[in-house]
């Protein structure tokens, strides 16, 4: 294959990955704790007989944007948002240990705490059970309180924790369903420093007019690398005719 096709081919084909990415950032951009995707590409050279005169591009480790997101108070006792650097443990479908932003929690049928997305939130012992109560706060330390039912309201229980952590940002890597988790699979402690924000929620951090815009660009240079493969053909065909000639 001609170089010139080899190394528009690859980049393309990181465009259309890039493409894809932006897409999600946008699908997301009502996410509640949602942190949008980076794309990150590097250059390597095309080894191979001849000089090293040309090079493609390669997608290397995905990363996100840990920019805070916007706060919105709603009033309900069950939202909670972290207050600057943090994350919240939740159980994923697969029984592992991932961490979140999103903390839009509600109780199940069952009594199990749980976000929006029906995972359930974990505590200093395993996931968190609320009994049947009349009420229920959450303090900024992640304590869960409850006053039962038929107990007067100055009956106030502690019934656990919300698992709080804070990571080095280096040291995680967003996994396939969105939670994050330690780049060697391992568990992370619990973090006294991290703080919520009670009735409140943090929204996405994706700026729709930027990943549009992002979108405009990687569309264009895609078309760019789509016009150098047919131009390397183009070349390919003349000096086929000029060596036939």
């Not at 969105?178 to 420093?193: I, V």
Request: aromatic fraction near 4%.
């Amino acid at each position: 294959m001609d170089k010139l096709a080899y190394i528009a081919m690859s980049g393309a084909k990181e465009s259309v990955l890039a493409q894809v990415n932006v897409a999600n950032n946008l699908a997301n951009a009502s996410t509640n704790g949602f942190r949008a995707d980076l794309n990150q590409a590097q250059s390597f050279p095309v080894m191979g007989k001849g000089l090293a005169t040309r090079v493609f591009s390669l997608a290397t480790t995905q990363s996100a944007n840990f920019k805070s997101g916007p706060l919105m108070s709603t009033g309900n006792p069950l939202d909670v948002a972290i207050r600057g650097d943090g994350f919240l443990a939740v159980q994923a479908k697969d029984g592992s240990e991932g961490y979140t932003r999103n903390g839009e929690l509600s109780i199940s049928s069952s009594g199990l705490l749980q976000n929006s997305f029906g995972q359930p939130v974990m505590g200093d012992g395993g996931p968190l059970i609320v009994p049947p109560q009349e009420s229920v706060e959450i303090g900024r330390d992640g304590t869960v309180s409850i006053r039962p039912m038929g107990a007067p309201e100055s009956a106030i229980q502690v019934i656990g924790r919300l698992k709080l952590v804070n990571p080095n940002l280096n040291e995680i890597t967003k996994r396939a369903d969105g939670l994050f988790e330690k780049k060697d699979k391992s568990l992370l402690n619990s973090d006294a420093s991290v703080t919520l924000e009670s009735r409140t929620l943090e929204g996405s951090n994706v700026s729709p007019v930027e990943e549009m815009t992002k979108m405009i660009e990687l569309s264009r240079r895609f078309e760019v690398q789509i016009k150098m493969i047919k131009d390397s053909a183009d070349n390919d065909q003349a000096l086929d005719r000029l060596l036939q000639g």
